[in-house]
Antibody, heavy 116, light 107 residues
């Protein structure tokens, strides 16, 4: 059973960089599949942020591409998200997911608030 | 990018009712359409993938159909535990997009 757990600051200041890590257990992220991030602003719908393949190649939502970087750390079996130049519009619950062509495993989500 | 349009945005139904939610894509996505259920305060869970395949342990009262640009999620007999928000999502390309969701509650 794959388990994913997000970690990172719950509060980020405007213009700074949001950094989150997803720790994966029950599966080796470097062996197969892709891994991604999805966010959900309070009371709103789901937005795919990006996906990183187990080989390290990545692809991002075009609307966020200029501000997003994702990376894999196979030695720690975790992957990360960085979103720079954040504004209040980036306030959301951030989920890490396994991308098997469908998002079939999700972390519990972590709320990140952008505020000074 | 491919836009996904869901309808209705909200829906009230009675226990035992047949419920239908539709999703339309802005271009042909073949059968690359997935459905998710989200309960309040929880992460979404995949219900159906590839338009009509039920994911693990999803009750058989859920079904999906369609192809091309028009898709449907049907709950044959609504149960209390089916209350939540439902999202469609395409996986036709690696620029994934979701529908805006359909909030389902009990009358």
């Amino acid at each position: 059973q794959v388990q994913l757990q997000e970690s990172g600051p719950g509060l980020v200041k405007p213009s700074e960089t949001l950094s989150l890590t997803c720790i994966v257990s029950g599966y080796s992220i470097g062996s197969h599949y892709s891994w991604g991030w999805i966010r959900q602003p309070p009371g709103k719908g789901l937005e795919w942020i990006g996906t990183i393949h187990h080989t390290g190649s990545s692809f991002y939502n075009p609307s966020l591409q200029s501000r997003v970087t994702m990376s894999l750390d196979t030695s720690k079996n975790q992957f990360s998200l960085k979103l720079n130049s954040v504004t209040a519009a980036d306030t959301a619950v951030y989920y890490c997911v396994r991308d098997a062509g469908i998002f079939d495993d999700w972390g519990q989500g972590t709320l990140v608030t952008v505020s000074s | 990018d491919i836009q996904m349009t869901q309808s209705p945005s909200s829906l009230s139904a009675s226990i035992g009712d047949r419920v239908t939610i539709t999703c339309r894509s802005s271009q042909n996505i073949s059968n690359y359409l997935n459905w998710y259920q989200q309960k309040p305060g929880k992460a979404p869970k995949v219900l159906i993938f590839g338009t009509s395949s039920l994911h693990d342990e999803v009750p058989s009262r859920f079904s999906g159909s369609g192809s091309g640009t028009d898709f449907t999620l049907t709950i044959s007999r609504l149960q209390p535990e089916d209350i939540g928000t439902y999202y469609c999502q395409h996986s036709y390309s690696t620029r994934y997009t979701f529908g805006r969701g359909t909030k389902l509650d009990v009358k």
